[in-house]
C-alpha cells in the first residue's frame, strides 16, 4: 500500500505488473479494475493513447519528450511509488479529496472532477513502462473551445474562481494549458486534468512564486496557439 497526503494506493503484482487504484473506490469498481489485464478492457498492450467512447474511460501512455525522446516510452525504475503513473495517480487523489472537503456550493457548481480508475506499471529489467486510466469528461478542452467560441464574462469569473480555489488549497500545477482546461458546455463547469506536474502544499498557500509560474504557464499556451486574441488576460487577472 502506498500512502498518500490524505488516502493510500492500493497495489496489485502479477509477475512483472503492477496495478494501482485509490483505496476509497467501491468494490465493484475494484472487481473490474482486477480483471482488467485478462479481459484487456483497457487495451494496456495498446501504447497509444485513447478515449474509450463506450466505457467512458480516457488512457494516457506516459511517452518521453524533449532530450529525452531517444528512450521512448522507457523509465528507470527506482520503485513503484516513484513511476509516473504512480506519482500522478497519487496527484488525482490527492487533488479529489481536497476539492470534496471545500464546503462551498460554488466550488461544487464550477469545478467537475476528472476521477482516476488505476495505474498500471509493467517492469522491464531495470526500466519501466506505464499507463494511467482516467474517467471522461465531457466537454472541450479550452484550446479548442476558444477557436469555435467567444468567451463569456461568466466563464472569465469562474475560471479565474476555479484558478483561486486551487491557490488558496496550495494546489498548483506547473503544466497549465489550454489542453490541461475542459470546459463543459452543459453544465458550464471546469474540469483540471494531466495532473503528471502537479504540486500539492498546503504549507504554502496563495505561493506568489507558484501561482506565477502557473500563470505564466497558462499564458503562454494561450501565445503558443495564437489566440491570445479570443483571451482578455486583463480582465482574467483583475
Not at 499507463?131 to 467567444?150: A, R
Not at 476555479?162 to 494546489?171: A, P, Y
Amino acid at each position: 500500500m502506498i500512502k498518500t497526503k490524505y488516502s493510500s494506493i492500493i497495489s496489485r503484482k502479477y509477475t512483472n505488473k503492477y496495478i494501482c487504484y485509490d483505496s476509497s473506490i467501491q468494490k465493484i469498481l475494484e472487481d473490474r479494475v482486477l480483471s482488467s489485464l485478462d479481459n484487456n478492457e483497457f487495451r494496456l498492450e495498446n501504447t497509444s493513447n485513447f478515449l474509450d467512447l463506450n466505457n467512458g474511460l480516457i488512457k494516457k501512455h506516459y511517452w518521453r519528450k524533449g532530450g529525452m525522446k531517444f528512450f521512448k516510452d522507457y523509465y528507470i525504475y527506482l520503485g513503484l511509488s516513484y513511476t509516473r503513473p504512480v506519482r500522478e495517480l497519487n496527484n488525482y487523489v490527492d487533488f479529489s479529496y481536497i476539492i470534496n472537503q471545500i464546503n462551498n456550493d460554488r466550488v461544487k457548481n464550477t469545478i467537475e472532477l476528472c476521477t482516476p480508475v488505476c495505474s498500471f506499471v509493467e517492469r522491464k529489467g531495470m526500466f519501466y513502462t506505464g499507463d494511467i486510466i482516467l474517467s471522461k469528461i465531457d466537454g472541450l478542452t479550452f484550446d479548442k473551445y476558444l477557436l469555435k467560441n467567444n468567451i463569456t464574462k461568466q466563464i472569465y469569473q469562474d475560471l479565474r474562481f476555479s484558478f483561486e480555489i486551487l491557490f488558496q488549497n496550495g494546489i498548483y500545477n506547473l503544466d497549465m494549458n489550454l489542453k490541461n482546461i475542459i470546459y463543459n458546455q452543459l453544465t458550464n463547469k471546469i474540469s483540471f486534468i494531466d495532473f503528471d506536474k502537479l504540486i500539492i502544499n498546503t504549507s504554502r498557500k496563495n505561493d506568489k512564486r507558484y501561482s506565477s509560474d502557473v500563470l505564466t504557464k497558462f499564458k503562454k499556451s494561450l501565445e503558443k496557439l495564437n489566440i491570445e486574441n479570443r483571451f482578455d488576460w486583463k480582465s482574467f487577472i483583475k
